[in-house]
């Protein structure tokens, strides 16, 4: 009867320990750390992430910042990886850091829905955003005024549509927006507002509207201005990291790229 008893024990006693080693084992489970610029994050959109769990089980430690920042913590050692909108100083590449381009995204000018102009010249946008125009009315529009709407000027979308957009003019501005994406919401809820994005997952619905550029919508072949989105790693990926970079070139990310918008690199 002792001897039962004890095996009883003994069984009790193993579960016990072999649930707590199962709980170890989840609690364990590889998490990736993964800084993203905010425009990356919120072109691509949360489903390649959600994707890629479901695939491969690895849990995905998300920072959102400006393409500086996440840089900056990856080569300090606080994530895996970055993904950015802007290169990399040509020095970085030196001491082995490395940038892996995977989709490029049109840069675009977005208005509130109340807004009825559609299209505007490049001449005409850069007038809005320097000051020179101030009313939609000299625009083709009614006579509202113009709310200008900016991203913060150390984001990587305030510094790429300044170089290849604005011409680094001087910007006059109503609201600065913390973050980048954060212009969308503002544009959103402010009527006669404009700004200016990378297109994605996070532009669409009714609340706002594109402006053709040139008469060239973002769809179009010859329209003339982009980011590159890249991950940038210290040293070739290897490992987990590897299979995270690979997803982004599978076919089911480059399907959610399409999409929102955004144009996939091959391998």
């Known amino acids: 009867m002792k001897t039962k008893t004890l095996i009883k024990v003994c069984f009790v006693i193993m579960a016990f320990f072999g649930f707590l080693l199962q709980g170890s084992a989840i609690e364990a489970k590889e998490t990736l750390r993964y800084s993203s610029s905010a425009q990356v994050a919120a072109a691509v959109g949360e489903e390649v992430l959600k994707q890629f769990k479901e695939d491969t089980g690895v849990e995905v430690d998300l920072f959102i910042g400006t393409s500086d920042a996440v840089v900056h913590r990856m080569m300090n050692g606080h994530a895996d990886v970055a993904s950015s909108v802007e290169r990399i100083a040509h020095g970085s590449v030196d001491y ?27 001449k005409q946008i850069q007038s809005i955003f320097n000051g020179s125009i101030d009313n939609w009315k ?23 549509y300044s170089m290849l957009v604005l011409k680094r003019f001087d910007v006059k501005f109503d609201y600065m927006a913390y973050r980048s994406t954060d212009v969308v919401d503002l544009v959103r809820h402010i009527p006669w ?11 669409a619905g009714e609340a706002i509207k594109t402006i053709n550029i040139d008469g060239l919508k973002p769809e179009d ?47």
């Open 96 to 122: 082995g850091y490395i940038e892996t381009f995977f989709a490029r995204a049109p840069l675009i000018v977005i208005t509130n829905a109340s807004t009825t102009v559609r299209d505007l010249t490049t």
């Open 138 to 160: 000299d625009v083709g529009g009614p006579d509202k005024k113009i709310v200008v709407v900016i991203p913060a000027k150390n984001t990587g979308a305030f510094k790429n």
């Open 221 to 267: 072949k010859n329209y003339p201005y982009f980011q590159d989105f890249s991950f940038v790693t210290n040293g070739l990926p290897k490992g987990t990291l590897k299979m995270f970079i690979d997803f982004f070139f599978s076919e089911k990310a480059k399907s959610t790229f399409i999409k929102n918008g955004l144009i996939p690199y091959t391998d």
């Open 193 to 203: 507002s404009i700004s200016f994005i990378t297109k994605g997952a996070h532009t």
